[in-house]
């Protein structure tokens, strides 16, 4: 049987390609602390896959005595530090990026994190994988909005229901599906519930463009 290649891959970043979330609970907390509060490993994972000025509006109320602006760009430059020391990329991430990019499927990143933290992750990509850069500061409506997918696509020039989307958390899989893409859950810190709309593999370690092909085969003949 023939594979049926995706239009394009819609990967999200944080969580999904390479493991930031202990860099962004951690910042989150020394940001918090340095202004008298407290905050746990429990109210990082509620933002998990959320905008980042979302993030901040909750950090100011925890006492954070900053603008949103400012609390975005001092929780990015912590993140980027903690990069320096090395990226831990997901398990299977950068191989199943290079059997795409070898294949010539379109790629494009869709993330919440802003352009700057997105090209300094994407740098360390021993390849250039990604034709496009959705970041959360160019989007309007962050995840679990739909936008930040279909605007990935439309830089693509491809219909985003032609599309395959990779995502960690809930609010990303909601965004991936409510643009109208055959979405895949690979949850790592966070629990993800099945549910309509998209699939779940516990792991990127050993998938490949056969797998993509057949997630994409099954949800076209769930649709049909």
Same mark, same amino acid.
């Given at each position: 049987?023939? /594979? &049926? !290649?995706?239009?394009?891959?819609?990967?999200?970043?944080?969580? *999904? =390609? +390479?493991?930031?979330?202990?860099?962004?609970? #951690?910042?989150?907390?020394?940001?918090?602390?340095?202004?008298?509060?407290?905050?746990?490993?429990?109210?990082?994972?509620?933002?998990?896959?959320?905008?980042?000025?979302?993030?901040?509006?909750?950090?100011?109320?925890?006492?954070?005595?900053?603008?949103?602006?400012?609390?975005?760009?001092?929780?990015?430059?912590?993140?980027?530090?903690?990069?320096?020391?090395?990226?831990?990329?997901?398990?299977?991430?950068? /191989? &199943? !990026?290079?059997?795409?990019?070898?294949?010539?499927?379109?790629? *494009? =990143? +869709?993330?919440?994190?802003?352009?700057?933290? #997105?090209?300094?992750?994407?740098?360390?990509?021993?390849?250039?994988?990604?034709?496009?850069?959705?970041?959360?500061?160019?989007?309007?409506?962050?995840?679990?909005?739909?936008?930040?997918?279909?605007?990935?696509?439309?830089?693509?020039?491809?219909?985003?229901?032609?599309?395959?989307?990779?995502?960690?958390?809930?609010?990303?899989?909601?965004?991936?599906?409510?643009?109208?893409?055959?979405?895949?859950?690979?949850? &790592?810190?966070?629990?993800?519930?099945?549910?309509?709309?998209?699939?779940?593999?516990?792991?990127?370690?050993?998938?490949?463009? #056969?797998?993509?092909?057949?997630?994409?085969?099954?949800?076209?003949?769930?649709?049909?």
């Amino acid at each position: 049987m023939t /594979e &049926l !290649l995706p239009a394009a891959v819609l990967w999200d970043m944080d969580g *999904t =390609l +390479v493991d930031t979330e202990p860099y962004w609970l #951690a910042a989150e907390a020394e940001l918090v602390a340095s202004y008298g509060g407290t905050w746990t490993q429990e109210d990082g994972f509620t933002l998990v896959g959320s905008g980042l000025w979302h993030a901040a509006s909750i950090l100011q109320r925890r006492g954070v005595e900053l603008t949103e602006d400012e609390i975005v760009d001092r929780l990015t430059d912590r993140v980027m530090e903690q990069i320096e020391t090395g990226v831990a990329w997901r398990p299977g991430a950068l /191989e &199943l !990026l290079a059997e795409l990019r070898d294949a010539g499927v379109p790629m *494009t =990143l +869709v993330t919440m994190s802003i352009r700057r933290m #997105a090209e300094h992750v994407a740098s360390f990509i021993p390849f250039s994988a990604f034709d496009h850069i959705v970041a959360g500061d160019s989007v309007t409506h962050s995840k679990p909005h739909p936008e930040p997918y279909l605007i990935g696509a439309e830089l693509l020039g491809v219909d985003p229901e032609q599309c395959i989307a990779i995502e960690d958390s809930t609010t990303g899989l909601a965004s991936a599906v409510a643009a109208g893409a055959t979405a895949i859950g690979v949850p &790592l810190h966070s629990p993800l519930e099945h549910g309509r709309g998209y699939t779940i593999w516990p792991t990127l370690a050993g998938r490949g463009i #056969a797998d993509l092909s057949e997630v994409l085969r099954s949800r076209r003949t769930d649709v049909a």
